[in-house]
């Protein structure tokens, strides 16, 4: 029996989401499931209300999609506030910002590549607040000699009854 016929769910899942793509634009994740972003370390460089902007820097563009890991969906309007080293090798609010995914989930940064410190690489922190979902730490590690990425932040629903708190330090 060929394997489409044993998951006719599959299949019909499949279609489902080329049928999104089609009427809508929006891009469901690669795969059957969207796995949720690693958490990273905050750092001890965290300061709560970074400015508006999509810019704190130039030659290296970090872009992804905010995504449910529950449906792979993207979502609208996430609070992303991202901080890092400057080319000096110290924080300092040059260097952070809050931007907000689109209507399509995506989101973009302009900013330069830190610069790696001590043992740490270079490495771009974020943090990610969305309504109806576990807050997220984590952190991008550019590539050397790169211009840019692609770093999709998928987030975990919150569960239900468990009273866990969105945002994962407590704003």
Known sequence: MADSLKHPLINLVVAGLGLLHLFTGIEPAQ???C???PWDEI???YRPNAPVRDSIGKGYLLRGTVRS???CLPLRNVRIEVW???PGGSYSDVY???IFSDRSGRYRLETNVP???GPRPSHIHILVDAKGFEGLITQHYPKKGEKGA???LVLVPESKGEGKARNPVGR
């Open 115 to 117: 610069p790696p410190y």
């Open 150 to 152: 692609k770093f999709d």
């Open 96 to 98: 952070r910002a809050t």
């Open 35 to 37: 796995v949720p972003t």
């Open 84 to 86: 890092q080293a400057g």
């Open 69 to 71: 890991a529950e449906d």
């Open 43 to 45: 750092g001890p460089f």
């Open 31 to 33: 795969g059957a499931t």
